[in-house]
């Protein structure tokens, strides 16, 4: 009854006017993210999220994280119309999806994406609002040594399901970490790499960082791309599914739900691993296998079922551990830093209006997005007519507005400039930039942990290991390294990684 008086505190919160306003702008942005190939919710976030400082906490938070779970819904529209994946997570969705297209049957294969999205998307809600109380109340045992653990486990797993050589990923979560160090030593309180720079004393911004290495990085990469969008032209018809399609998809949605939603939890893991995991049960228990990349329809329903649920999930280790488990989470959690606010087991007690608001605020959004992705897919079919050459001038304006509003400083420009080439040289060296931004963000975190877990221990290292959550955590980066060696594991992460790109 305590959860049911929680959640109606935060419905009071979330149907505020304002409130109310940004959860609708977050979820159409997300919904037109996902719709548009090459502009990933991670650009989209940090291009607003300096819109969202002259707000109130509540509004910003809800918006950016109605931007994250609407690109969810928006990217299966490119994957089924033009089979080129809007987001990443819908990768899967180009499978079958546009195969049913080309069949004449885009509309049932669009409206079981929205409403597998859109139960999935629910109930992971329904699973945060219960799992996300509990695991709060165990987290306040949690001390440095536990937090400093997590945090190279969370790192470790995040470089592990990558693209591309494991190698690279740790040495861009490395440089991540230096570079989180800029700036004042909290503790003796003397600058740390500013090289006599008075704009690096407060340390590098996560605006310019972020908007260099996935707005301007990714604008670069996509210029040299000659993207063919082949959008199916034929009419799409009735959106509802048959009753059969509905009898082949139950299970479907139920497996991708709690896949996706336990998945999502787990830090590197997200809604791209999700929906390729949940594509390979669907078709090891379908009935029809040898319909899959063909058209069939569970295809569709699982993965989208499966990435929408992992949406949901990834916000448990952010709002009770103050942990981002992954690259959008870590953005989510600069927004909540930036305004003042530190998720973790507190927040429930610190801040109810904020957590409980965010997640009244999923339920509001999701009916959004039901209304946005089901009578309003023409609209977005004509969205995905605007020449990239308009939007790409267009985004670079707004990385620019957006960078020098939220530090009125043109160093902050230069910064994101910098990083922007950088990013894109990554892309072009197969250097991934996510593990980079998450140990960006988690670097100072986990010095600050590390430093106390010694100042606390007197200097011995061995209390990492003599408690049993942290040395449990560190074995299993450990072991996730040692496995790095073993040639079948090694081809499995392979596989995984091209998979995904």
Request: aromatic share 8%; charged share 10%; net charge neutral.
């Amino acid at each position: 009854m305590d959860v049911l008086s929680s959640l109606g505190f935060g419905f009071s919160v979330a149907l505020q006017p304002t409130n109310l306003l940004a959860c609708f702008f977050g979820v159409f942005i997300g919904t037109l993210v996902g719709v548009l190939p090459g502009i990933g919710p991670v650009s989209a976030m940090a291009l607003l999220l300096p819109v969202t400082l002259s707000g109130t906490p509540e509004a910003g938070i809800i918006m950016m994280s109605g931007i994250y779970y609407g690109s969810m819904y928006g990217g299966s529209t490119t994957s089924i119309l033009v089979n080129i994946p809007g987001e990443a997570a819908s990768v899967v969705t180009c499978l079958d999806g546009h195969e049913m297209a080309k069949r004449g049957r885009a509309g049932p294969a669009l409206g079981m994406a929205a409403l597998s999205s859109f139960a999935a998307g629910t109930m992971s809600i329904i699973l945060l609002m219960l799992v996300a109380p509990s695991l709060a109340r165990v987290a306040v045992a949690f001390g440095p040594p536990e937090y400093f653990s997590l945090m190279v486990l969370g790192l470790t797993v995040l470089s592990f399901l990558t693209q591309g050589s494991m190698a690279k990923a740790m040495i861009m979560a490395c440089i991540g970490v230096v570079l989180g160090l800029i700036g004042i030593d909290g503790i003796t309180g003397t600058p740390r790499l500013a090289f006599d720079r008075l704009e690096l004393l407060d340390g590098i911004g996560l605006v310019p960082v972020v908007m260099g290495l996935f707005g301007i990085a990714e604008i670069l990469a996509n210029l040299e791309k000659q993207v063919e969008r082949d959008i199916i032209a034929s009419r799409i018809g009735s959106l509802w599914p048959s009753s059969q399609d509905w009898v082949r998809s139950r299970w479907a949605i139920v497996r991708g739900t709690i896949l996706g939603f336990f998945l999502g939890i787990l830090p590197g893991g997200g809604a791209v691993i999700s929906s390729f995991a949940s594509y390979a049960i669907e078709r090891k228990f379908s009935k029809y296998p040898e319909e899959f990349g063909k058209g069939a329809i569970e295809g569709v329903a699982g993965p989208e079922a499966a990435n929408n649920a992992a949406a949901g999930g990834a916000f448990i280790p952010l709002m009770t551990l103050g942990i981002p488990p992954n690259v959008v989470m870590a953005l989510l959690l600069g927004a909540f830093i930036v305004h003042g606010l530190q998720p973790g087991p507190l927040m429930m007690t610190t801040s109810p209006g904020v957590f409980w608001g965010i997640v009244a605020s999923m339920y509001i959004g999701n009916v959004m997005l039901l209304i946005l992705n089901m009578p309003l897919v023409g609209l977005w079919v004509q969205v995905l007519r605007v020449p990239y050459n308009i939007l790409f001038p267009l985004i670079v304006m707004f990385c620019i507005v957006g960078v020098f509003a939220s530090g009125n400083s043109v160093f902050d420009i230069l910064v994101m400039i910098g990083f922007g080439v950088f990013g894109y040289l990554c892309r072009k060296f197969g250097y991934e930039p996510a593990p980079m931004v998450l140990a960006f963000v988690l670097g100072p975190m986990l010095e600050n942990n590390l430093r106390k877990s010694l100042i606390l221990s007197q200097g011995e290292f061995s209390v990492f290991v003599t408690r049993p959550i942290s040395a449990t955590c560190l074995v299993l980066a450990a072991m996730i390294l040692i496995a790095v060696l073993m040639p079948s594991l090694s081809k499995k992460r392979e596989v995984i990684a091209q998979d995904q790109s």
